[in-house]
C-alpha cells in the first residue's frame, strides 16, 4: 500500500535556527497538507498546497513558515526561525480526489520536533 | 467556525465490553466525516468515513444531522483497539477539522 513517508522521524533545533521538514506525498496525488499536534492537544491544520500553490492556510502558518515542492516528489515546510512553541508532532498528507466532492487522505508518520 | 468535539479524553472499558466514542460537529452544510485511528508511535490511518456507511474492524458509526453526531460503536472491544482515536470533518475546501481525540484502553 503506498506511504506517505516523512523525514526525519525526530528532530531538535536550537531556538530561532531554520529547519525543514521534509514529506513525499503518494505520487499520484494532487493535494498536499502540513498538520501539526502539539504535546496532548488535537491536530491542527497548518497548510494545504495544490498546484504548486498555496490553496488554504490556518492562522498558525504565519510568515515564519512556508511550503515547498522543490522537485516534483518532496513536500517540504520550513520553518525560519523556531520557536519554542513550535516544538510538536507535524504530519504531512496528501490527498486524491475519488470524484463527487470525496478525497482520500493518507498521512505520513509525522516528524517530531523539539525545540530547545 | 467547524468544530469537532470529542468530550471524552479517556475510555477504559474491558475486553468484550461495548465501547462508544462520541463525536459532535459544528456545521450547517452537508458534513463529510472521519474516524482515524492511531496506534501507539504509528501514522494517523482511516478507520471509517460516513459516506461509506461500512464496518471496519467491527467499529461502526452513523452520521445524525439532527444531533450533528458521528459517534463510533464497537459492541466487543478487543485488547487491539487500545489506540487514540480521532474524529475529523472535512467541509468545504479540503482541509481536515480534527477532535481532540479519545484513548481508548482496553484492559483484559
Known amino acids: 500500500e503506498p506511504e506517505v513517508t516523512q523525514t526525519p522521524s525526530h528532530q531538535v533545533t536550537q531556538m530561532g535556527q531554520e529547519v525543514i521538514l521534509r514529506c513525499v506525498p503518494i505520487s499520484n496525488h494532487l493535494y498536499f497538507y502540513w498538520y501539526r499536534q502539539i504535546l496532548g492537544q488535537k491536530v491542527e491544520f497548518l497548510v494545504s498546497?495544490?498546484?504548486?500553490?498555496?490553496?488554504?492556510k490556518s492562522e498558525i502558518f504565519d510568515d515564519q513558515f512556508s511550503v515547498e515542492r522543490p522537485d516534483g516528489s518532496n513536500f517540504t515546510l520550513k520553518i525560519r526561525s523556531t520557536k519554542l512553541e513550535d516544538s510538536a508532532m507535524y504530519f504531512c498528507?496528501?490527498?486524491?480526489?475519488?470524484?463527487?466532492?470525496?478525497?482520500?487522505?493518507?498521512f505520513g508518520s509525522g516528524t517530531r520536533l523539539t525545540v530547545v | 467556525a467547524q468544530r469537532v468535539t470529542q468530550p471524552e479524553k479517556l475510555l477504559s472499558v474491558f475486553k468484550g465490553a461495548p465501547v462508544e466514542l462520541k463525536c459532535n460537529y459544528s456545521?450547517?452544510?452537508?458534513?463529510?466525516l472521519f474516524w482515524y485511528v492511531q496506534y501507539s508511535r504509528q501514522r494517523l490511518q482511516l478507520l471509517l468515513r460516513?459516506?461509506s456507511r461500512e464496518s471496519i474492524k467491527g467499529f461502526t458509526a452513523d452520521l445524525n444531522k439532527g444531533e450533528t453526531s458521528f459517534h463510533l460503536k464497537k459492541p466487543f472491544a478487543q485488547e487491539e483497539d487500545s489506540a487514540m482515536y480521532y474524529c475529523?470533518?472535512?467541509?468545504?475546501?479540503?482541509?481536515?477539522?480534527f477532535g481532540g481525540g479519545t484513548r481508548v484502553l482496553v484492559k483484559p
Open positions: 498528507a496528501s490527498s486524491e480526489f475519488l470524484g463527487q466532492g470525496l478525497y482520500d487522505y493518507t
Open positions: 456545521y450547517s452544510g452537508s458534513p463529510e
Open positions: 498546497f495544490y498546484n504548486n500553490e498555496i490553496s488554504e
Open positions: 460516513h459516506i
Open positions: 475529523a470533518h472535512k467541509a468545504a475546501g479540503n482541509k481536515l477539522t
